[in-house]
């Protein structure tokens, strides 16, 4: 494990069953989480909604349809040393509450190389506090992923060792359902073996929740944008320069009822006017200029402000590049300056 006291990403490697994952990630975050939950809003607004029925719901579907997940879920609880029921409700947390501080903004660059540009924004107490995790889970690929305190795994950015790349925007619609929680499909895509199969899993299971997903694999020419809800599945091929925030804008999913915070407009809006402000011919440069954008005073792209209107800061910066045979990619957790982990066609970072 490598970690940095200050407010740095830590690279921590899990390896084991389901079980011993999740309760090595709850190690991980115990302490992060226990302090969080004593003065957290967010906490207060979901213990609130704990009565709500489609949590029961929910969880057996969970128990049911994904038991490698139920186990990494019991084991996260166990290292969090956390009531599973609090746990679970901590994981469904955007399925239930619209509001749920997590944020995010995605950069979509076709080409003969895709490249996806990703911050990572989440909760300022979470700062310091999360982590690049190697995992090694039995019966499922080896992955590697941005983890937050007390999270499953596979609702921010990661690679998987079938090359498949994920990053993952919250989304705000008003209807929800009772299926399974976002978090738990966004895990579940980590183990697919191609998109294909990825699509498959989501079309087919029931979904609680919304999320914005962009998915690429080396190997395969497609560039996807796919938005779902509980109620609807949209799949776009991105055949032209994108950026997705925080809300449904799909054709036939952006008519949705949906909350837009300001921050997600504006952030949506200024990263397309980058879009034709950037240079096409070096799309790395490209993506991580609209990504570090903090032009607006107050609703930057790149977002600091602990006082930040939707109580997120960029935690992280993902730049993948997928091509032909190959993932490479890197980790920044601040604007400007070098790679905090530097991947080279592999799930762990390089040295030397």
């Keep these: 494990m490598l970690h940095d006291a200050g407010r740095r990403l830590s690279f921590i490697d899990v390896a084991g069953s389901p079980y011993d994952v999740g309760a090595t990630l709850g190690r991980f975050g115990r302490a992060a989480l226990n302090d969080h939950f004593q003065t957290s809003a967010a906490w207060r607004e979901l213990d609130a909604r704990r009565s709500d029925p489609r949590i029961g719901t929910m969880a057996?579907?969970?128990?049911?349809?994904f038991p490698r997940y139920w186990?990494?879920?019991q084991g996260l609880a166990a290292g969090l040393e956390l009531a599973f029921d609090d746990v679970f409700l901590w994981n469904c947390r955007g399925d239930i509450w619209a509001m749920a501080p997590d944020g995010c903004t995605t950069v979509q660059l076709p080409g003969s190389q895709h490249v996806i540009g990703h911050n990572e924004d989440g909760d300022p107490d979470f700062a310091g506090h999360c982590a690049?995790?190697?995992?090694?889970?039995?019966?499922?690929?080896?992955?590697?992923?941005?983890v937050y305190p007390g999270s499953l795994p596979g609702h921010t950015f990661a690679a998987t060792s079938a090359k498949l790349v994920q990053t993952v925007n919250n989304t705000r619609p008003l209807a929800g359902g009772a299926g399974t929680p976002r978090m738990v499909l966004a895990r579940a895509v980590l183990d697919a073996p191609d998109l294909d199969a990825a699509l498959a899993l989501l079309r087919s299971s029931p979904r609680a929740g919304a999320f914005h997903l962009t998915l690429a694999q080396a190997g395969d020419e497609r560039l996807l944008s796919?938005?779902?809800?509980?109620?609807a599945l949209s799949v776009d091929r991105v055949e032209a320069a994108r950026v997705h925030s925080n809300h449904l804008i799909h054709a036939d999913t952006g008519r949705m009822s949906?909350?837009?915070?300001?921050?997600?407009?504006?952030?949506q809006r200024r990263g397309e006017a980058l879009l034709d402000k950037t240079p096409q011919s070096e799309p790395q440069r490209r993506a991580l200029g609209i990504l570090w954008d903090a032009a607006d005073p107050e609703l930057p792209i790149y977002r600091t402000d602990p006082a930040d209107s939707d109580v997120e800061n960029t935690l992280a910066t993902a730049l993948f590049r997928v091509g032909a045979d190959k993932v490479e990619w890197a980790v920044y957790d601040a604007a400007h300056e070098a790679a905090r982990f530097d991947m080279r066609d592999g799930l762990v970072p390089v040295t030397g």
């Design 71 to 73: 186990a990494e879920l």
């Design 258 to 267: 949906q909350i837009v915070t300001g921050s997600s407009g504006v952030r």
């Design 132 to 146: 690049l995790a190697h995992v090694t889970s039995e019966g499922g690929n080896q992955f590697s992923a941005f």
């Design 60 to 65: 057996t579907i969970v128990r049911e349809r």
């Design 226 to 231: 796919v938005e779902f809800t509980a109620q």
